[in-house]
């Protein structure tokens, strides 16, 4: 019985080619064995210099290749659901770049797919694997800053490019989606609850439209969750927990570093000039592999995706909310 899934990759974006397929290389049970690139140039040269064996000149061929059991999807954000649903309907496992679509109803499409076909489809949001959120969410069920009433958030980088993907309206663009979805995520996750109501704000680029500046406000029970995401600011992220005896502080939340330690603060609050924390460092790893092998365990034991597309859906939910409460400019409720 084989110990490995052999996956096919997509295109050949960026997201797939620096992080996630060399990551994946390296993990215990996937092997990522083809990619597609409608420019066969490209895919080959992507191939070459990633180790992949098999390169298809269109997606349909790879679907097809009966010597492929997953499937991952980093293709613009338009592209999630109807390349998810058409890998699954050729009985391929599917792991999907997040967001994994541009709205709720759609990603609603997933489930009657996925339990029509039998295939597991996940989003990949690959934080959820890092030791440090695992730690962080432990920390916080674990009472040891008390009782938790805020989480404070911020994501940026700068991307002016109208031709890059990330800021083309029509394909899903802009900062909400690209990553302010890491915030509504995370926020869930650690906190192990869900907003009642949600109130955003957006500056969108006058040429591009899409928001390059959006700001949210989550209303959990007995939290209050904030978060800015940008994608016209100067590069930086984090994440600080707040309760009623203690602080968390991720310094690098989202990007963790796959070639050096981690840390995770932990602030007793008796000092403000940081006398009172402590620092907790993991092990190098990359969240990517983390991902992918838990993924690929996943289907070699038969069992539920590890992330489940009903959760997506309910992350889906928050984001169109926060569309909704920037266009209407109150609050809507979740």
């Given amino acids: 019985m084989t110990d490995t899934i052999r996956w096919g990759v997509l295109g050949t974006g960026r997201i797939g080619t620096r992080k996630v397929i060399p990551a994946m290389q390296r993990g215990t049970h996937s092997v990522v064995a083809a990619l597609a690139s409608r420019d066969r140039a490209k895919g080959e040269a992507a191939a070459a210099a990633l ?11 790879l679907l097809a290749d009966p010597e492929i059991d997953a499937i991952y999807n980093p293709l613009p954000n338009h592209l999630h659901v109807p390349w998810t649903i058409r890998a699954a309907e ?16 759609q990603a609603e499409q997933l489930i009657a797919v996925r339990d029509r076909t039998g295939v ?27 009782e938790v009433r805020g989480y404070a958030g911020f994501f940026s980088y700068f991307n002016d490019d109208p031709g890059n993907i990330r800021n083309v309206f029509e394909w899903g663009g802009g900062g909400l989606m690209d990553i302010g979805c890491y915030l509504v995520h995370t926020s869930r996750f650690v ?10 704000v957006m500056d969108r680029d006058p040429a591009m ?12 029970p007995g939290v209050q969750a904030i978060g800015t995401c940008g994608t016209q600011l100067v590069a930086y992220q984090r994440v600080q927990i707040f309760g009623t005896r203690g602080r968390l502080e991720i310094p690098i939340p ?17 000092d403000v000039n940081g006398g009172g924390i402590e620092t907790l460092e993991f092990p190098v790893c990359d ?38 409460s920037v266009e209407e400019k109150r609050w809507v409720d979740c």
């Fill in 254 to 270: 989202f990007n963790a570093p796959p070639d050096r330690p981690t840390r995770l603060f932990v602030d007793d609050g008796s």
């Fill in 120 to 146: 597991l489809i996940q989003e990949a949001f690959m934080v959820r694997s890092h030791p440090q959120w695992l730690t962080a969410r432990d920390i916080v069920r674990s009472g040891r800053i008390g």
């Fill in 90 to 105: 050729a009985g391929k496992h599917v792991l999907c770049e997040k967001p994994i679509a541009l709205n709720a109803a």
């Fill in 191 to 200: 906190l192990d609850r869900e907003p009642s109501r949600v109130c955003g």
């Fill in 51 to 61: 180790g992949v064996a098999t390169v298809h000149g269109s997606y349909e061929a």
């Fill in 287 to 324: 969240q990517y592999t983390i991902q992918g092998d838990l993924f690929s365990r996943a289907i070699l034991d038969r069992q539920p995706a590890p992330y489940p597309l009903e959760d997506s859906i309910q992350n889906m939910r928050i984001l169109d909310a926060l569309v909704r």
């Fill in 209 to 220: 439209r899409v928001d390059r500046v959006t700001s949210m406000l989550l209303d959990f």
